[in-house]
């Protein structure tokens, strides 16, 4: 079962590099989306419907009726000239609700360990696929949407640079070999330098020295300090060999410093969502009590901003999105497990959780410019993720329990 399980993990995992859509329409389709209802279901025959009957996965599915009927009201009472986009982003709840459940069963079979490998694998073949795609595209540098990154395949540029930044992380504080640490996570940083995903970027840097921090052994800080210098060396006089300097400072600047020295203002820098903001603020102070509690569906955003001629289905924060979308009842829910498993990894730090931390800290700061979470492709992610933070205590027991056994052989 062991065995059969793995592999449920890995053929989920595969899906993110190799996804494509299978059927468009009313919401495209993914290879992804097909493969979690078939494993779901596959896993609910063979638990005879314990899958289900877990306590955190009766939450889930309670969090996910709750969301489901207030998106019902919500098309039958205020607004039916949303209902394609609140069936696609239900459809989307219910995939990451799926996952979870899934999770949630198979982990005493799936360690950890198992998992972080199978990740860093799957990262690389993402990251191969666009090199091999998109040559064009990733080594330009450029900030115009037409010109960057866009992996539609993996959800777009900045989630393929998240899940870089998370194998960045399970590399540089999970992996033992020190050689493939290095190699490894230079290559995923460099990848999400050249993705020019501003979110990823900063969210990794933070997410590094924050994790390094929390460690109890100062060996991975010195470690972090020795390799970054490093590496800004050898980018620098690589740059300079090149002549390319120049041109990587200007797009830098482009990028990244633009707003502070006035070449932009505040609301071209974030691409119009200082417009699309006002308007959600707009909408919810003078919407309807019921939409102040229960939100205004699952797919109740959608805004065209003129400025910028582009459409947004989400405010890119995950606390603005959740309230909008699914109200204050559940922002007050969401706020109230986020700080739970944030006390849970500070009050028994450990070895074994470095790299889950390192996770947990890059992931929420990224949902706070990043929509992951409703990305069709790749938003049960932070499902199968969630799994492992609320159970984190347990990874540490399994652990002794191995150590126990082998004591007691010996």
Do not use: C
Not at 97 to 108: H, K, R, W
Not at 319 to 336: C, H, K, P, Q, S
């Amino acid at each position: 079962m062991k065995l059969t399980y793995r592999a449920l993990l890995t053929i989920l995992m595969l899906s993110i590099p190799l996804n494509f859509i299978v059927i468009e329409g009313i919401g495209n389709v993914y290879l992804s989306t097909l493969i979690i209802f078939l494993l779901f279901g596959w896993v609910l025959i063979v638990s005879n419907g314990k899958l289900v009957l877990k306590n955190n996965a009766i939450v889930a599915i309670l969090i996910f009726l709750i969301a489901a009927v207030s998106t019902f009201i919500n098309v039958i009472v205020f607004d039916s000239s949303l209902v394609n986009f609140q069936i696609t982003n239900s459809v989307i709840y219910l995939q990451v609700t799926l996952v979870f459940l899934i999770v949630n069963y198979i982990f005493n079979w799936v360690s950890l360990e198992y998992f972080f490998k199978v990740f860093i694998v799957i990262a690389l073949i993402a990251a191969i696929r666009v090199w091999i795609e998109e040559p064009n595209h990733f080594f330009e540098l450029s900030v115009y949407w037409t010109k960057r990154i866009e992996a539609y395949f993996i959800g777009g540029v900045n989630n393929f640079a998240l899940i870089l930044g998370v194998a960045l992380i399970i590399s540089f504080f999970h992996l033992r070999n020190l050689k493939l640490k290095i190699i490894l996570s230079i290559i995923f940083f460099v990848t999400i330098v050249l993705s020019m995903s501003r979110g990823a970027l900063l969210g990794v840097i933070l997410t590094l020295f924050i994790t390094s921090l929390y460690d109890t052994n100062r060996k991975t800080f010195k470690l972090l300090i020795k390799s970054t210098l490093f590496l800004i060396l050898s980018v620098i006089v690589f740059l300079l060999i090149t002549d390319n300097l120049q041109v990587v400072i200007d797009k830098v600047h482009e990028r990244f410093f633009s707003l502070f020295t006035g070449d932009q203002d505040l609301n071209v820098f974030f691409s119009g969502r200082g417009d699309l903001l006002l308007n959600m603020f707009e909408k919810m102070f003078n919407a309807p009590i019921f939409q102040l509690f229960f939100g205004h569906g699952n797919g109740g955003i959608d805004f065209f901003d003129v400025v910028n001629n582009q459409r947004y289905e989400t405010s890119h924060n995950i606390l603005i999105d959740v309230i909008y979308r699914n109200g204050l009842f559940l922002l007050i829910l969401y706020m109230a497990i986020f700080i739970q498993l944030l006390l849970m990894f500070l009050k028994r730090r450990s070895k074994d959780k470095l790299a889950l931390f390192g996770i947990f800290v890059f992931f929420h700061l990224e949902l706070l410019v990043n929509p992951i979470l409703f990305a069709a492709q790749v938003g049960w992610l932070y499902a199968l993720l969630m799994v492992y933070f609320l159970k984190q205590d347990a990874i540490n027991e399994k652990r002794n329990a191995k150590i126990n056994v082998s004591i007691s052989n010996n």
